[in-house]
């Protein structure tokens, strides 16, 4: 399973880097066409036909694979500051509520939006751009983010059931403090060897 989460996050970081060489290539283009216009008077119109579309489906595709991997390497937020005062027990119930929680709303999602993908290639929707993309293509992305996102946070409430520890579980934290240090030292104001 690591290999999906892990290609998913690369699919992510894939996108990211073609939002910049669009970005980069209209930037380029708007340049070009500024100094042609400055030169000779009238400006080309170069442009790239609906890239400020295109930056936003690779934006929507982007935020939604990396989720998975994000979650699989500690990079999602979690607030544990109580939740680390109380005894391993509480803290493996609260661990398996959490999961599963977010293994319900993740499945309500997925679900909801294989509905919505569905209903746009049935109905044959289109962007509004320059370029009309069948908005399906765009929200497949969406609906593979969250299948995946859906089966890390499975595979982490199945883990953490049969009492292993959940992969993100000390990653990502104490990112400031060293392993030796306490933050109470830190806040006391106490300094570092």
């Not at 060489?21 to 209209?26: K, Y």
């Given at each position: 399973?690591?290999?999906?989460?892990?290609?998913?996050?690369?699919?992510?970081?894939?996108?990211?880097?073609?939002i910049?060489?669009?970005?980069?290539?209209?930037?380029?283009?708007?340049?070009?066409?500024?100094?042609?216009?400055?030169?000779?008077?009238?400006?080309?119109?170069?442009?790239?036909?609906s890239?400020?579309?295109?930056?936003?489906?690779?934006?929507a595709?982007?935020?939604?694979?990396?989720?998975?991997?994000?979650?699989?390497?500690?990079?999602?937020?979690?607030?544990s500051?109580?939740?680390?005062?109380?005894?391993?027990?509480?803290?493996?119930?609260?661990?398996?509520l959490?999961?599963?929680?977010?293994?319900?709303?993740?499945?309500?999602?997925?679900?909801?939006?294989g509905r919505?993908?569905?209903?746009?290639?049935?109905?044959?929707?289109?962007?509004?751009?320059?370029?009309?993309?069948?908005?399906?293509?765009p929200q497949?992305?969406?609906?593979?983010?969250?299948?995946?996102l859906?089966?890390?946070?499975l595979?982490?409430?199945?883990s953490?059931?049969l009492g292993?520890?959940a992969s993100?579980?000390g990653?990502g934290?104490?990112?400031?403090?060293?392993?030796?240090?306490?933050?109470?030292?830190?806040?006391?104001?106490?300094d570092?060897?």
């Amino acid at each position: 399973m690591n290999f999906l989460y892990k290609a998913s996050g690369w699919t992510a970081a894939l996108f990211i880097l073609a939002i910049c060489i669009l970005v980069m290539a209209q930037v380029t283009l708007n340049l070009i066409d500024k100094v042609y216009g400055a030169l000779f008077g009238v400006p080309f119109g170069l442009t790239i036909p609906s890239y400020a579309d295109f930056t936003g489906f690779f934006l929507a595709a982007s935020s939604f694979l990396a989720l998975a991997y994000t979650l699989r390497e500690g990079g999602h937020i979690r607030v544990s500051l109580l939740l680390h005062q109380f005894s391993h027990r509480v803290q493996h119930f609260f661990e398996i509520l959490c999961l599963s929680i977010a293994a319900a709303i993740t499945l309500y999602f997925t679900w909801f939006t294989g509905r919505l993908v569905l209903e746009s290639w049935t109905y044959g929707d289109l962007s509004a751009g320059m370029i009309a993309v069948p908005i399906w293509i765009p929200q497949a992305s969406i609906l593979v983010g969250l299948a995946i996102l859906a089966i890390a946070v499975l595979d982490e409430l199945i883990s953490v059931l049969l009492g292993h520890g959940a992969s993100y579980e000390g990653k990502g934290e104490n990112l400031l403090v060293d392993e030796d240090d306490t933050a109470a030292d830190y806040i006391a104001g106490e300094d570092r060897p």
